[in-house]
């Protein structure tokens, strides 16, 4: 992963477990979880644009809420599971069966049904 991508979804991920209400300024289609934070989650706020259109609130750039953006919108959800379980351990909470192939999705990932 590109540097100024991991800088940019570390900011995002940090200001989201500062205040979690910023998980749910927009509406979630792929990951209707409840209160799980998940990779999901993060993938429908970006396609919602919430980071374009609100970066000073992540404590990201203009440019930085287009990486985030451009990520989530030009890789696979099972990639970008993959990648980010891996590049940040512990932070996500599972993720929903219902919308991936979980032949894709690395064993150590938890997932669950809705």
């Known amino acids: 992963m590109d540097k100024n991508l991991y800088d940019a979804l570390e900011k995002v ?8 209400k910023l998980y749910d300024l927009r509406k979630r289609d792929y990951s209707r979880d409840g209160n799980r934070f998940t990779v999901l989650g993060l ?14 609130i992540f404590g990201i750039t203009s440019n930085q809420a287009t990486l985030v953006t451009t990520y989530f919108k030009n890789v696979s959800m099972e990639r970008s599971i993959n990648e980010l379980y891996k590049t ?16 894709n999705i690395n064993v150590n990932i938890p997932l669950f049904k809705l």
Not at 13 to 20: G, P, R, S
Not at 90 to 101: A, T, W
């Open 88 to 103: 940040f351990p512990n932070i996500f909470l599972g993720e929903s069966m219902k919308h991936i192939d979980k032949d």
């Open 13 to 20: 991920i940090f200001a989201m477990q500062k205040d979690n």
């Open 43 to 56: 993938r429908d706020l970006a396609n919602e644009k919430l980071f374009d259109d609100c970066p000073t």
